[in-house]
C-alpha cells in the first residue's frame, strides 16, 4: 500500500535557525501535498498545499515566506521553517494525493524550537 | 505498508439512521486512536479519541469501540445527520506519542 514518510520524526532546535522538513511517497506519484499543523484538541490546520513544480498555495494566516514549500518532484515536498521561534513548536504533517484521489497521511514531524 | 487500513472508501447511510466507519490495524503497539472529520480544502478537524485500556467511548452521537483482539475500531454516528457528510479518518499513535498512522479514510454521504 501506498506509504508516506516524514523526516526528521523529531528535530530539535535553537531560536532562529531554519529546518527543513522532508515529505516523501514511497511508491506512487503526489501531484499534490499538503502540509498541516497540530494544533491543541488534536485538529490539523491546512497550512498550505503544493503541486509539483508549482508554487504552493498557502492558507490565509500562514506566512509563506516563513513556511518555505518546494515540490521538486512527484514524490517529494519540502517544507522549512526560516527563522524558527518557540511558537512555532508543533507537529507538522504532510499528505500526498495519490491518482485514485487517496489521501495518504505521513507520520508526522514534532518540531521543538528552544 | 499502511499500519492503519480503512477497508470501506466510501458510505451512504440514511439521515436519522446509524452510521458505521471501520478500521484496522497491524501494530499491536498502537494505544491511542483517534477519528478525525474532513471537509475538502480544510484539515482534519479531531473528532473523538480512545485509549487501549478502554474499549468504548461515547461523546454525543459518536461512540468510538476498541477490539483490541481484532485490532479494529469502529467509529458509530447516531442518529446520522446531512452536516455528518464528510471523510472520515482514523489514526493511531504509539505510547510514545511522537507519530502518528492514518487510514486512507471513508466519505461518508448521509442522505437527507
Known amino acids: 500500500g501506498a506509504v508516506v514518510s516524514q523526516h526528521p520524526s523529531w528535530v530539535i532546535c535553537k531560536s532562529g535557525t531554519s529546518v527543513k522538513i522532508e515529505c516523501r511517497s514511497l511508491?506512487?506519484?503526489?501531484?499534490?501535498m499538503f502540509w498541516y499543523r497540530q494544533f491543541p484538541k488534536q485538529s490539523l490546520m491546512l497550512m498550505a498545499t503544493?503541486?509539483?513544480?508549482?508554487?504552493?498555495?498557502?492558507e490565509q494566516g500562514v506566512e509563506k515566506d516563513k513556511f518555505l514549500i518546494n515540490h521538486a518532484s512527484l514524490t517529494l515536498s519540502t517544507l522549512t521553517v526560516t527563522s524558527a521561534h518557540p511558537e512555532d513548536s508543533s507537529f507538522y504533517i504532510c499528505?500526498?494525493?495519490?491518482?485514485?484521489?487517496?489521501?495518504?497521511f505521513g507520520p508526522g514531524t514534532r518540531l521543538t524550537v528552544l | 505498508d499502511q499500519q492503519v487500513k480503512q477497508n470501506s472508501p466510501s458510505l451512504s447511510v440514511q439521515e436519522g439512521r446509524i452510521s458505521i466507519l471501520n478500521c484496522d490495524y497491524t501494530?499491536?503497539?498502537?494505544?491511542?486512536f483517534l477519528w478525525y472529520k474532513k471537509y475538502p480544502a480544510e484539515g482534519p478537524t479531531f473528532l473523538i479519541s480512545?485509549?487501549?485500556?478502554?474499549d468504548k467511548n461515547e461523546d454525543g452521537r459518536f461512540t468510538v469501540f476498541l477490539n483490541k483482539s481484532a485490532k479494529h475500531l469502529s467509529l458509530h454516528i447516531v442518529p446520522s445527520q446531512p452536516g455528518d457528510s464528510a471523510v472520515y479518518f482514523c489514526?493511531?499513535?504509539?505510547?510514545?506519542?511522537?507519530?502518528?498512522?492514518f487510514g486512507t479514510g471513508t466519505s461518508l454521504t448521509v442522505i437527507p
Open positions: 511508491d506512487f506519484q503526489a501531484t499534490t
Open positions: 499528505s500526498g494525493l495519490a491518482d485514485t484521489d487517496t489521501q495518504y
Open positions: 480512545i485509549s487501549s485500556i478502554k
Open positions: 501494530n499491536s503497539m498502537f494505544d491511542y
Open positions: 503544493s503541486n509539483e513544480g508549482s508554487k504552493a498555495t498557502y
Open positions: 489514526a493511531a499513535q504509539t505510547n510514545t506519542g511522537n507519530q502518528f498512522y
